[in-house]
């Protein structure tokens, strides 16, 4: 029997996930509900592409309100869980996964807050009720480091962490570097091309650099840490001539997450030597994992946007085959 699947935020990301199940991209789960922040629409026997076009507000059957009680009553199996990140509180999303994990129903998300916000709580509800909690989607985009991670470095160490995981502030610092424009400058273009927020300040201020390396470091390295344990600068400050000098010397001003061999996880401008394999530009991300026997590992890749789709179909697939549910499937 196929597992069903709630898609909770019909955002950027859910609408593109959402289509990809109800056609069928995943063997083995059936799409039988999304929900956005006025209501949802459930429908146990699979929603089809066709009702997806439009607004599912419009839909009949579609109920105004929070779709929690899916979860409570036993509705679905599997939340993919997509709605805004919120700081401080990681709210909703907080409870939606909580609700599903404590029923052992798997979870799949993307969205940092709650799980670099309450990562401890998550992961320890998650095994005692047996329920998977997958995030690829939270750091890098569409690049593998937490399954990484998890398939191909179990037989090594992960001793530090290095690395580009922003591609708003990339792209500004990018364009100071190269056009010579003021930070104002790249920030207001960046935002005209729809690469920075209106309210641009989490991605500015280093605050979600932070969430991304919190994440990294507790759940690739084993840490625990906690936001305030994050040292944060953001690159508001970073000024065009502080770029321009670097250039002269062959380096380029990056905002860099860090977590150090002892476990300090640092947030700030830095500069890195152009043939530094993490000095990428543009919104490209960059991360280096040090091993403990494998050396230097470095993963370049598109950190945010449809790249992303690629980690959360991923996590979906991987709950898929560990739930058995993938037999006959091709590709596997
Ligand atoms: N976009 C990316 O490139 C990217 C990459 C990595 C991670 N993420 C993370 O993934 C998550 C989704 O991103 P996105 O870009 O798809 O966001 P988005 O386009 O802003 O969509 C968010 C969706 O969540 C819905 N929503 C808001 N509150 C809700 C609630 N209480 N219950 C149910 N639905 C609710 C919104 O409803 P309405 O439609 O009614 O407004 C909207 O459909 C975010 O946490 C984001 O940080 C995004």
């Given at each position: 029997m196929s597992?069903?699947?709630l898609v909770n935020g019909y955002g950027f990301l859910g609408r593109r996930v959402a289509r990809a199940l109800a056609s069928g991209k995943v063997p083995g789960v059936k799409l039988?509900?999304?929900?956005r922040s006025t209501g949802y629409i459930h429908r146990p026997g699979g929603l089809t592409l066709e009702e997806l076009e439009g607004?599912?507000?419009?839909?009949e059957g579609f109920v105004e309100g929070s779709p929690i009680s899916l979860l409570e009553d036993g509705k679905v199996d599997l939340l993919i869980e997509l709605t805004p990140t919120n700081l401080p509180t990681g709210e909703p999303a907080l409870t939606h996964i909580k609700t599903a994990l404590s029923r052992g129903i798997d979870v799949v998300t993307a969205n940092k807050a709650p799980i670099a916000l309450a990562y401890r709580e998550l992961t320890e509800l998650s095994r005692s009720t047996g329920a998977l909690l997958l995030f690829e989607g939270t750091v890098g985009g569409g690049i593998p480091l937490v399954s990484l991670r998890r398939f191909c470095l179990r037989g090594d160490e992960v001793l530090s962490i290095r690395g580009i995981l922003n591609g708003t502030t990339n792209y500004i610092l990018s364009r100071m570097h190269f056009e010579g424009l003021t930070f104002e400058l790249a920030l207001r273009e960046a935002q005209n091309l729809g690469i920075a927020e209106r309210d641009p300040t989490l991605d500015i201020e280093g605050?979600?650099?932070?969430?991304?390396?919190?994440?990294l470091a507790n759940?690739?390295?084993?840490?625990?840490?906690?936001?305030?344990d994050v040292r944060i600068t953001g690159i508001s400050r970073v000024t065009a001539d502080a770029v321009s000098l670097a250039k002269e010397a062959g380096l380029a001003v990056k905002l860099i997450g860090s977590v150090s061999p002892d476990g300090h996880l640092t947030v700030a401008p830095r500069l890195v030597k152009l043939n530094d394999p993490i000095c990428v530009h543009g919104t490209l991300n960059a991360v280096t994992f040090r091993l403990r026997t494998a050396g230097d590992l470095t993963l370049i890749g598109e950190g945010a946007g449809e790249p992303t789709v690629t980690s959360i179909l991923n996590d979906v697939w991987e709950v898929v085959t560990v739930?058995?549910?993938l037999t006959g499937a091709r590709g596997t």
């Open positions: 597992l069903r699947a039988v509900a999304v929900a607004d599912i507000a419009s839909l605050y979600d650099t932070a969430l991304k390396l919190l994440i759940s690739v390295m084993g840490l625990n840490r906690r936001l305030e739930r058995g549910r």
